[in-house]
């Protein structure tokens, strides 16, 4: 075997130089792409926790509110103090001053405790879920009460869209 033909098989090294770098390149596109892929993840993950936070608080305050009102039994069941609007009674600013605290002794009429209730339900509203409304409504049918309560969430700026919450009770 001559020297020159033995050459002439071998592959040139000039051919081999920069495969590495391009398997390198390749594989830090393709780690990049994975990592981009989890942080869209954890983004979209991150959002619907709030979601399910808020619609969670929703639900406690509704049940709370649902609470009181079978707590003040006999007024709830014949007056109809414990109705409320969407827009009403909104508190514009969560200030520990503003809480209200006017039965907090026990002297007030069952009149009085709808009104502090109501007062109280849309204070926590604007404390623990900004931007959110609630209203109290009832219908009367063969003589048994059925309260609404109606959370709503106008524009709170989430990308998953939050749907009402509604509790019905029955008296």
């Known amino acids: ?83 409320v609007g969407l827009n009403d009674l909104e508190y514009s600013q969560c200030v520990e001053s503003g809480y209200p605290d006017s039965c907090e002794a026990g002297n007030c009429s069952p009149e009085e405790m709808a009104a502090y209730d109501i007062l109280q339900w849309k204070f926590q509203l604007r404390c623990q879920i900004p931007g959110s409304q609630g209203s109290i409504t009832y219908q009367d049918s063969d003589g048994v009460r059925t309260y609404i309560i109606r959370l709503s969430f106008p524009e709170m700026g989430n990308r998953v869209p939050l749907s009402d919450v509604v509790l019905r009770g029955i008296l």
């Open 1 to 83: 075997m001559r020297l020159k033909d033995f050459h002439c098989d071998e592959k040139s090294p000039e051919k081999n130089q920069g495969v590495g770098l391009i398997e390198v390149l390749i594989s830090l596109l393709v780690i990049t792409i994975g990592i981009l892929g989890m942080a869209g993840v954890h983004s979209s993950s991150l959002q619907y926790n709030q979601s399910s936070y808020v619609q969670s608080q929703a639900t406690f305050l509704a049940t709370d509110m649902l609470d009181r009102i079978q707590a003040n039994n006999h007024l709830a069941k014949s007056g109809a103090s414990y109705q």
